[in-house]
C-alpha cells in the first residue's frame, strides 16, 4: 500500500507539471538587477573617504586658526613635561600607544581652547586669575610625570595624570564658557544703552 501511494503521488506530480508563464525568468532577473546594487563599495573605499574627510578638516582648522590669530596676545602653550635627553625620563604617553593617543587627545584639546580664548584689556584680569590654576596643575602633572619615572608606572599615577589632563580641559572650557556670557552681558548692555 505505501508502495501504492508513492507511485501515485508520482504519478499526480508528473500529470500536473505547471510551466511558468512566457518571459518570467526575464521578468525576475531584471527586477532583482534593479533591486540589488551592481557595484558594492569596498570597506577600504569607505576608509579611503573617511580618511580623506578628516584629513580636509583638520588643514581647514588649522588653516582657518592661523588666519584669525591676531598677534597682539601671547601664544600660551601647555608643557606636558618636558622630556630631558640627560634624564632619560618619559612621560605616561611612552608606556603604550593607547596611553599616547589619550594624552595626545588632551594635550591637543588644550592647547585648542588655549588658542580659542579671546583676550582683551576688560577680560585680562579673569584670565590671568583663572590660568593661575592650570599653572599648578601644570607643576603638579610634572610632578606626577617625575613620580611615574621614579616609581616606574602603575594605575594610581597615570589614572592620576590623566585626571589632571581632565580637570585643565574643563577649567580652559569653563573659562571659555566665563568669557562667552561676560561677552553676551556686555553687548547685552550695549543694546539697552543704546535703546
Do not use: C
Request: hydrophobic share 35%.
Amino acid at each position: 500500500m505505501a508502495r501504492d501511494l508513492k507511485k501515485l503521488f508520482d504519478k499526480e506530480r508528473e500529470e500536473l507539471k505547471f510551466k511558468m508563464k512566457y518571459g518570467h525568468e526575464d521578468r525576475f532577473m531584471s527586477k532583482l538587477e534593479e533591486a540589488l546594487p551592481k557595484e558594492r563599495t569596498s570597506f577600504w573605499n569607505t576608509w579611503r573617504i573617511a580618511a580623506s574627510i578628516v584629513i580636509l578638516i583638520g588643514v581647514g582648522l588649522v588653516t582657518f586658526l592661523q588666519l584669525n590669530n591676531d598677534g597682539d596676545i601671547p601664544e600660551t602653550i601647555v608643557d606636558k613635561g618636558a622630556i630631558n635627553e640627560e634624564d632619560k625620563s618619559f612621560s605616561f604617553g611612552d608606556l603604550s600607544p593607547d596611553l599616547k593617543k589619550v594624552e595626545n587627545f588632551y594635550v591637543a584639546n588644550i592647547n585648542m581652547e588655549l588658542s580659542q580664548l579671546e583676550v582683551s584689556e576688560s577680560n585680562k584680569e579673569l584670565v590671568d586669575s583663572f590660568m593661575e590654576r592650570p599653572a599648578e596643575l601644570n607643576s603638579e602633572y610634572e610632578s606626577l610625570n617625575k613620580e611615574l619615572n621614579e616609581l616606574g608606572p602603575n594605575d594610581r599615577t597615570i589614572g592620576a595624570l590623566i585626571e589632571n589632563l581632565q580637570l585643565r580641559l574643563q577649567l580652559l572650557q569653563k573659562l571659555k564658557k566665563k568669557l562667552n556670557q561676560l561677552k553676551s552681558s556686555k553687548n547685552e548692555q550695549i543694546t539697552e544703552n543704546s535703546i
